[in-house]
């Protein structure tokens, strides 16, 4: 009878608490009781096996809700997309206390803690990425030039755009830091006969870009490395030109103006500089949840302070560009991929990883959408370059 009574009074608490997103109508369906939240028919309905302490959603609203999906006690009957929508829609009315931010936030940026969070989500297994990426593995914002473009064709698309912005001629070297598993360096050696490098801290996508580099012929082309970026320094190497695709949202607030130290170290005067990134509106830590299930360590750079870090190293902003929507196209196409291969899946992983993983694509499509998070190219120049086209040529 107590803990009956108990069990009611969290379930209106909680209820009260969700009253905070009232902008759009949803149903939140419980063993006994139903309320409608907002005014007007449901867009989607919340069933609760039993309530989330408001304790908990005080504490970080994104880690109750989240962990309460992937334990199976929270589901969503409709549209998980448009669930997502309207609650990260009204973000602001999410609480996080400070405790739990400077606990996720304030991890070691030392190397073998970031090589440890880069193992953490890129070393799940090339199996695994294989089954939901398109076939360039390509794990980054596509570029969706036509409406009828498909996943491929639009990561393609992507990759002739950055090496477009390049401006490469044939015999330049390229340096690309977070190289992921290799398919910038292969088209661009391919077209522009460029001598490349990458590098990562990632052992299954060394293997594998390892692997392709034979598979393409491209060994007298191309050098894959297993290395920090703040090991370039002292490398000894110069480039033509340098890339670097989602990588810099590992490296930590306290080490941006580092990473574009190492970046100025290896590219030669005159050089061009493109930086593909997550970027985030304001200096904030981020989503809870994702910093402790997604992305440990994962911070997201403001536009603002990333170009003032590069002005630091006199690098000459030539070009900013927003792909914003072209992130949420890509992650709903993700997603559906992901969602595709369940049956897969299920015999890889367990339940609540599987639950995790399609919250963290379909909830990456909203953020997306909602403006929470940006993805931003820049394009620089290492001092002064006049040599360059004086009109956007791509």
Known sequence: MLKELGNK??????????????ANPFKVVFKDNEYVIGEGAPTFTVHMKEPIPVSKLMESTSIALGEAYMDGILDIEGDLYEALNHFLGQMDNFSTSGSVMSKLAHVSLGKSNQAREIEHH????????KLWLDKTMQYSCAYFANESDSLYEAQVHK????????????????????CGWGFLLIEAAKKYGIKGTGITLSKEQY???????????????LTVKLMDYRDLPKSGMTFDRVVSVGMVEHVGRENYQLFNDCVDAVLKDGGLFLLHFISGMQEKPGDAWMSKYIFPGGMLPSLREMIADMTEDNFHVQDVENLRIHYNKTLLEWDKNFRAQLPTIKNMFDERFIRMWDLYLTGCAAAFYNGMMDLHQILATKGINNELPITRWY
């Not at 990759?159 to 977070?178: A, P, Q, T, W």
């Not at 293997?207 to 082309?221: M, P």
């Open 207 to 221: 293997a594998e870009f390892q692997r392709r580099i034979k598979e393409n012929g491209l060994e007298n082309q």
């Open 9 to 22: 009074l969290e379930e209106k608490a909680m209820i009260s608490f969700l009253k905070r997103f009232d």
């Open 159 to 178: 990759v002739d755009r950055i090496l477009e912005k390049l401006y490469l001629k044939e015999g330049m070297s390229l340096l690309d830091i977070g």
């Open 122 to 129: 890129y070393d799940i297994g090339n199996d695994f990425y």
